[in-house]
């Protein structure tokens, strides 16, 4: 009893002056992250500030650094505009994004899966053909992309906005390093037990890939989300516009008014910042993985 | 050479209990690469040999027969005195201009802030979550912002400016090269901490002995970075900065939002020209031309990095 414990002492009395040494080191790198932070933190600040002023509180000389007369007047005006909808595009945007992120995420695992785990003719040769195509650029496939979304008469509706991305080959990449990481006993098992492969797929491989799963499907509907110039040019009609490229199109007609300017990229953000408090840990994990693979 | 060892035991083993191995079987990996393969070659294969042949054609969305010029929209580019000569290198000087102010801005603001954050510290959460947070926003959003903060007579900088030095409004957004202050300044605020959470997992990754031994050895922390962190983190930095100079080449609503290319086009992006030309000016087959040239140097950009970035890794590790 009295062999093991003996270090003890010792181990404790070790870090005892580190606290002392440490706090004045730590003091000044606290200090300096708070005043990035703030700096950081500054834009959002005047953001809301200008979005809770009146006109002319929000251009009155010298600047009102807080609302003085806080009022609410700009989101109400902006949210019955008749020039366009907030709410309108924000659904857009979510359906754009949700039915992108559930089609990209269905065909990139069928993709991931024989790619991974099955041996055919041809296997190797198809990954890397399609993994090539990540080096073109897409400024090549813009213009040709619109045209044909002309052809299809699909200008102006959410088609143009899902489909030409939705056979994305990153997370085909991704997916396929993931899947070849699951041990093949359990595979075997349920082979045993008469299960198809796409019971395989849907059963054992999804849900055991789903950090992975999880990870594309952020990054699929993020990108979806934020996406401008595609929507920006494939859809003029103010009432099938998203979020991004409706805000936009607001802004040059307020581009004047600052409270009213303020009120709607605020309420532009507001969704964004809901789904980052949401997928956080898998947006830094899933960044931290993939952006490390060597 | 991804594969492991032992599948292609196993895999015969699994072939021979299987009797009903036929046609059926044969064909099954290649249903599940279907669709998503019909999808790949509508929209990924085919559009760039159709946007070869547009750029070969005078496009006319109007009538039903395009008319065969061969390469002159792509010789036009090279021919000075054609307007689209003139603002087609103009804009991609302005985007290369972007490129190399913001690029090395990003790489090193990334670097620093994920050191600050790189040991445990009050509030680190807090702080990685407010430097990532702009990231998340829509460059639309992000754009209408940064044109508030930097307004010729009110913006909050200008303010401040007064505030601090009593000094006059700067009419940032109206003055030839003060017009990217605004754009740089919104791109790194906007981007950086993506590029510091990349950073701060390849820190996580250093091992704490070699500080530790190099304190020991009285290393001041100007030496251990230089000699401990800064070498090791040679392979992240050069793929953050590849990845960041490609996306910076991309230049488009930033500019767009923020200045609308202006003053006098000295703001636009050669992407926001391509698009211009396009679907304003009528020019398609010009702009798929554009889209195919300005294509092929990021293709030969990203060759040329990405060998540098496979001889630099194999050489440090």
Redesign the interface.
Same mark, same amino acid.
């Given at each position: 009893m009295s062999a093991p414990g003996t270090p003890v002492p010792g181990a404790q009395a070790r870090p005892r002056p580190r606290p002392r040494r440490r706090f004045p080191r730590e003091v000044p790198r606290f200090l300096l992250l708070c005043v990035l932070a703030a700096l950081f933190l500054a834009p959002v600040y005047w953001m809301l500030s200008t979005s809770l002023k009146s006109e002319a509180d929000a251009i009155v000389s010298p600047v009102q650094w807080w609302p003085l007369h806080p009022t609410l007047d700009n989101y109400r005006e902006v949210l019955t505009s008749p020039d366009g909808n907030i709410l309108r595009w924000t659904w857009n945007s979510l359906v754009v994004a949700l039915t992108f992120t559930v089609l990209h995420v269905l065909l990139c695992a069928l993709t991931a899966y024989p790619l991974a785990r099955m041996r055919f003719p041809g296997r190797d040769t198809w990954f890397w053909f399609i993994l090539s195509s990540l080096m073109i650029p897409g400024i090549v496939t813009l213009v040709p992309t619109y045209i044909m979304m002309l052809n299809f008469g699909w200008i102006n509706s959410y088609h143009a906005l899902i489909w030409p991305g939705v056979s994305g080959v990153f997370g085909v990449f991704l997916l396929r390093q993931f899947f070849q990481g699951i041990p093949r006993e359990l595979e075997e098992a349920a082979k045993l037990d008469g299960a198809s492969s796409l019971l395989i797929w849907w059963r054992i491989i999804l849900p055991l890939s789903l950090p992975a799963v999880v990870t594309l499907a952020v990054f699929a509907f993020m990108g979806s989300w934020n996406n401008f110039l595609w929507p920006l040019y494939t859809v003029t009609d103010v009432d099938k516009m998203t979020l991004p490229v409706g805000i936009t199109t607001f802004s040059q007609r307020y581009v004047t008014e600052y409270g009213k300017l303020m009120a709607s990229t605020t309420l532009a953000a507001v969704p964004a910042l809901i789904a980052y408090l949401i997928a956080q840990r898998f947006l830094e994990a899933g960044l931290s993985t993939t952006g490390l693979k060597e | 050479m991804?594969d492991?060892a %032992?599948? %292609?035991a #196993?895999?015969a083993a #699994?072939r021979g209990d299987a009797p009903r191995a036929g046609a059926a079987a #044969?064909a099954?990996?290649?249903l599940?690469?279907l669709?998503?393969?019909l999808? *790949?070659f509508?929209?990924?294969?085919? %559009?760039?040999g159709?946007?070869l042949?547009?750029g070969m054609h005078r496009?006319d969305?109007l009538s039903s027969v395009q008319s065969f010029v061969g390469l002159e929209f792509f010789r036009n580019l090279f021919v000075p005195g054609t307007p689209q000569f003139d603002f087609f290198w103009r804009t991609l000087l302005n985007t290369a201009l972007f490129t190399v102010v913001s690029v090395p801005l990003l790489v090193a603001a990334a670097l620093g802030?994920a050191l600050?954050?790189q040991r445990p510290?009050? !509030?680190r959460t *807090?702080? #990685?979550?407010?430097?990532?947070?702009?990231g998340? =926003?829509?460059?639309?959003?992000m754009?209408?912002?940064?044109r508030? &903060?930097f307004?010729n007579?009110?913006g909050?900088v200008n @303010?401040a400016r007064? @505030?601090l030095t009593g000094a006059p409004p700067i009419p940032w957004l109206s003055t030839e090269g003060l017009a990217w202050v605004p754009i740089v300044v919104g791109t790194v605020?906007w981007t950086v901490g993506?590029n510091m959470? =990349?950073y701060?997992?390849?820190l996580s990754?250093v091992p704490a002995s070699l500080y530790e031994a190099a304190a020991l050895d009285g290393a001041t922390p100007g030496q251990q970075f230089r000699h401990i962190t800064w070498p090791l983190l040679a392979?992240?930095t050069l793929?953050v900065f590849i990845t960041t100079a490609l996306a910076s080449f991309?230049l488009? !609503?930033q500019s767009l939002?923020i200045t609308a290319g202006g003053p006098n086009r000295s703001t636009q992006s050669v992407?926001q020209y391509?698009?211009e030309e !396009?679907?304003t000016n009528n020019q398609?087959s010009s @702009?798929?031309a554009m889209?195919?040239v300005? !294509?092929l140097m &990021? =293709?030969i950009f990203?060759?040329a990095q990405f060998g540098l970035m496979a001889r630099d890794?194999k050489g440090t590790s």
């Amino acid at each position: 009893m009295s062999a093991p414990g003996t270090p003890v002492p010792g181990a404790q009395a070790r870090p005892r002056p580190r606290p002392r040494r440490r706090f004045p080191r730590e003091v000044p790198r606290f200090l300096l992250l708070c005043v990035l932070a703030a700096l950081f933190l500054a834009p959002v600040y005047w953001m809301l500030s200008t979005s809770l002023k009146s006109e002319a509180d929000a251009i009155v000389s010298p600047v009102q650094w807080w609302p003085l007369h806080p009022t609410l007047d700009n989101y109400r005006e902006v949210l019955t505009s008749p020039d366009g909808n907030i709410l309108r595009w924000t659904w857009n945007s979510l359906v754009v994004a949700l039915t992108f992120t559930v089609l990209h995420v269905l065909l990139c695992a069928l993709t991931a899966y024989p790619l991974a785990r099955m041996r055919f003719p041809g296997r190797d040769t198809w990954f890397w053909f399609i993994l090539s195509s990540l080096m073109i650029p897409g400024i090549v496939t813009l213009v040709p992309t619109y045209i044909m979304m002309l052809n299809f008469g699909w200008i102006n509706s959410y088609h143009a906005l899902i489909w030409p991305g939705v056979s994305g080959v990153f997370g085909v990449f991704l997916l396929r390093q993931f899947f070849q990481g699951i041990p093949r006993e359990l595979e075997e098992a349920a082979k045993l037990d008469g299960a198809s492969s796409l019971l395989i797929w849907w059963r054992i491989i999804l849900p055991l890939s789903l950090p992975a799963v999880v990870t594309l499907a952020v990054f699929a509907f993020m990108g979806s989300w934020n996406n401008f110039l595609w929507p920006l040019y494939t859809v003029t009609d103010v009432d099938k516009m998203t979020l991004p490229v409706g805000i936009t199109t607001f802004s040059q007609r307020y581009v004047t008014e600052y409270g009213k300017l303020m009120a709607s990229t605020t309420l532009a953000a507001v969704p964004a910042l809901i789904a980052y408090l949401i997928a956080q840990r898998f947006l830094e994990a899933g960044l931290s993985t993939t952006g490390l693979k060597e | 050479m991804t594969d492991h060892a %032992p599948q %292609p035991a #196993r895999h015969a083993a #699994r072939r021979g209990d299987a009797p009903r191995a036929g046609a059926a079987a #044969r064909a099954e990996p290649y249903l599940y690469l279907l669709p998503h393969a019909l999808l *790949f070659f509508v929209f990924t294969v085919y %559009p760039v040999g159709y946007g070869l042949y547009i750029g070969m054609h005078r496009w006319d969305l109007l009538s039903s027969v395009q008319s065969f010029v061969g390469l002159e929209f792509f010789r036009n580019l090279f021919v000075p005195g054609t307007p689209q000569f003139d603002f087609f290198w103009r804009t991609l000087l302005n985007t290369a201009l972007f490129t190399v102010v913001s690029v090395p801005l990003l790489v090193a603001a990334a670097l620093g802030l994920a050191l600050l954050l790189q040991r445990p510290i009050f !509030g680190r959460t *807090f702080f #990685r979550a407010v430097f990532f947070l702009p990231g998340v =926003l829509t460059v639309s959003v992000m754009g209408i912002l940064w044109r508030w &903060m930097f307004d010729n007579q009110i913006g909050l900088v200008n @303010a401040a400016r007064e @505030a601090l030095t009593g000094a006059p409004p700067i009419p940032w957004l109206s003055t030839e090269g003060l017009a990217w202050v605004p754009i740089v300044v919104g791109t790194v605020w906007w981007t950086v901490g993506f590029n510091m959470t =990349l950073y701060l997992a390849a820190l996580s990754n250093v091992p704490a002995s070699l500080y530790e031994a190099a304190a020991l050895d009285g290393a001041t922390p100007g030496q251990q970075f230089r000699h401990i962190t800064w070498p090791l983190l040679a392979p992240q930095t050069l793929f953050v900065f590849i990845t960041t100079a490609l996306a910076s080449f991309q230049l488009f !609503g930033q500019s767009l939002v923020i200045t609308a290319g202006g003053p006098n086009r000295s703001t636009q992006s050669v992407i926001q020209y391509i698009t211009e030309e !396009g679907f304003t000016n009528n020019q398609i087959s010009s @702009a798929a031309a554009m889209g195919f040239v300005f !294509g092929l140097m &990021m =293709l030969i950009f990203t060759a040329a990095q990405f060998g540098l970035m496979a001889r630099d890794v194999k050489g440090t590790s």
